[in-house]
């Protein structure tokens, strides 16, 4: 009950002092008035003390004689005595003084009113931002011409822009203009999302589907939507393959599918249906137009399903090659593959980049790779009749697995002769070693050297000898031969500016590091024999090494604490997760190479 007297008290308060203010305003306002009186009044005053002065100074001019009009108003003319010049220079002083009083209540009052202006604004501020900003944003978003107001809303998430549409009926339009949802990207894993957006969206840059749970939501959607997708990224179980297939050809059929990324893996289920349905979605994949980019992977499960029997291909003679558009093609397959050729076949004008895992290749391969004239990028395992990719002049990048058993052993000398020649114009090339020694095709490696007088133009030479299906560590030696063949021929590859190890410095490659041979090599990359690698830098043939390159950087990863020596204990060279250099060049040099405080400096 007290606290609501005092409410009431205060709001009496409140209106009292709003009266009490009304009336000053009432005052002030009335002062006003006589203020802007006394000013006309002064005004009138001055311009009578003007009119006087000028007709003083009229009088005194001239030649005019004392019989004259002006010269008898000149005698009328009383002459003021010294008491009346007192009096005038004294009003003149206070006036002077008022004035300067009056200048500074101006001031005060001045910040007065700001302040008053402020403690206005503070409490206008909540309501403004309620009700007048949201209108003034209303107004101002409402006068935007369309592409502007496009380029505001492409900021917006497709949830927000979808939400967007109840806005206002121009807004409901604007948020599915196809502009604003090119780029647009969407995961199944949101799938009420990605309902509405199928639902009313004209068209999506990306859209994931992962697994068979959003297949199951989504798919019956996906076979009808009219939301054209331009990249497809699909992981489903072979249950699942007839579905994605429907889905393929209906995104195909809207015209802006380029890239689909497809990914099975493997379910209990009946293998002989599971290859009928496989085999539905690899001929789907045959017949898309257009793409521009496929990518293809099984997981082991789904692979063994595939090897057990060939595909039979169903064409008819009215079943014409689909327009060559594919650029890149991964066929990421650990089988022989009856599609692949027919890919290779029908988009040899076009493919740039293509990738194959499939032991052995299916026949003709290496003569349909020979045909294609815009071949830059090639990652294969060692395959009959290899000296014919020789014709792909514009080949640059080979990633070559060189795995050496019964199915591959009688291509090795084709291997050995491509390789030869291949390295005059191949720029960037890794070796796969990543079997059982036994089974390592090492003799590769004594080819990258060339032929003649001619020097390789290899630019980037890396190795890998991750053990085969995962298996770590490596087997004791399992990077040894091959390494020590590199050491034998790398004076041949003088313009060779990075080379990745993936294994052991051995001595007998540090030996033959000089920088007058190997003029252009800038890093070199390998794994730490011991844990320290400042132990390890300081050892007297590494410092001779780094000391005959000055260009080059030895980088390598320090395994842990310990084993550390004492220079090191607690230094971050220790971390396994960052590579350290081995330089000798001045630290103020630009080299190209990003350095840091725990690089070791060779001087």
């Known amino acids: 009950m007290q606290a609501e007297v005092v409410v009431d008290l205060a709001v009496q308060a409140a209106e009292a002092a709003l009266r009490v203010e009304r009336l000053q305003l009432r005052v002030a306002k009335l002062a006003v008035d006589a203020a802007r009186t006394q000013v006309r009044l002064a005004e009138r005053r001055r311009d009578d003390a003007v009119g006087r002065s000028e007709q003083r100074d009229g009088c005194g001019s001239g030649d005019a004689s004392p019989s004259s009009p002006a010269a008898k108003k000149r005698k009328a003319w009383p002459s003021p005595g010294a008491e009346v010049e007192v009096e005038a220079r004294e009003r003149l002083a206070a006036l002077q003084a008022q004035e300067a009083v009056l200048e500074a209540e101006a001031e005060a009052a001045t910040g007065r009113v700001l302040e008053l202006q402020r403690h206005l604004d503070l409490h206008e501020l909540p309501a403004a931002s309620s009700q007048s900003a949201p209108h003034c944003m209303e107004m101002e978003m409402a006068a935007l011409p369309e592409d502007e107001l496009l380029q505001v809303l492409s900021y917006l998430s497709p949830g927000e822009l979808l939400q967007c549409r109840q806005v206002c009926r121009r807004w409901r339009d604007l948020a599915l203009h196809p502009d604003l949802w090119r780029s647009k990207s969407l995961d199944a894993d949101s799938a009420s999302l990605v309902a509405a957006a199928l639902r009313l969206a004209p068209c999506l840059d990306h859209l994931y589907m992962c697994g068979s749970e959003s297949m199951a939501l989504l798919g019956v959607l996906l076979s009808s939507t009219r939301c054209a997708v331009s990249q497809l990224y699909i992981r489903v179980h072979p249950a699942d393959a007839v579905l994605a297939a429907v889905v393929i050809s209906r995104q195909a059929a809207l015209g802006r599918l380029r890239c689909v990324r497809l990914s099975l893996v493997s379910d209990d289920l009946n293998e002989e249906t599971a290859f009928l349905r496989l085999q539905r979605l690899q001929e789907s994949l045959l017949y898309t137009p257009g793409l521009e980019l496929l990518e293809l992977s099984f997981d082991e499960g789904t692979a063994n399903i595939m090897k057990t029997r060939a595909p039979v291909i169903h064409s008819t003679s009215s079943d014409l090659p689909v327009p060559a558009s594919l650029q890149v093609l991964e066929y990421m397959l650990e089988f022989t593959d009856t599609y692949l050729p027919l890919h290779l076949e029908w988009h040899a004008s076009t493919l740039e980049d293509v990738t194959f895992w499939s032991t052995p ?114 087997p004791p030696g399992y990077e040894t031969v091959p390494l020590r063949n590199l050491a034998t021929i790398i004076h041949r590859l003088k313009n060779l500016v990075l080379l990745d190890l993936d294994g052991p410095l051995l001595d007998d490659l540090l030996h033959e590091l000089d920088g007058e041979v190997l003029p252009h090599l800038q890093e070199l990359h390998f794994n730490l024999p011991e844990p320290c690698m400042h132990k390890w830098a300081n050892r007297e043939q590494v410092r001779a090494a780094v000391l005959r390159c000055p260009l080059l950087h030895l980088s390598a990863m320090s395994k842990s604490e310990e084993g550390a020596c004492s220079f090191c204990q607690g230094c971050c060279r220790h971390d396994s997760h960052v590579r350290h250099f081995v330089f000798s060049h001045p630290t103020e040099a630009i080299c190209g190479v990003t350095h840091f405080d725990s690089d070791i400096h060779i001087k």
């Open 361 to 474: 290749p299916p026949p003709r391969t290496a003569a349909l790779l020979s045909t294609m004239a815009n071949l830059r990028e090639l990652c294969c395992p060692m395959m009959a009749d290899m000296p014919a990719i020789l014709q792909c002049t514009e080949l640059k990048v080979l990633r070559l697995t060189a795995r050496l058993d019964d199915a591959t052993r009688p291509f090795l000398p084709g291997v050995l002769k491509f390789l030869r020649e291949a390295v005059m114009h191949l720029e960037d090339l890794t070796l796969d070693f990543s079997v059982v020694p036994h089974l390592q095709a090492t003799d590769t490696v004594l080819r990258l050297g060339g032929s003649g007088d001619a020097v390789p133009a290899l630019k980037s030479l890396q190795f890998q000898f991750l053990c085969e299906k995962g298996v770590s560590p490596s």
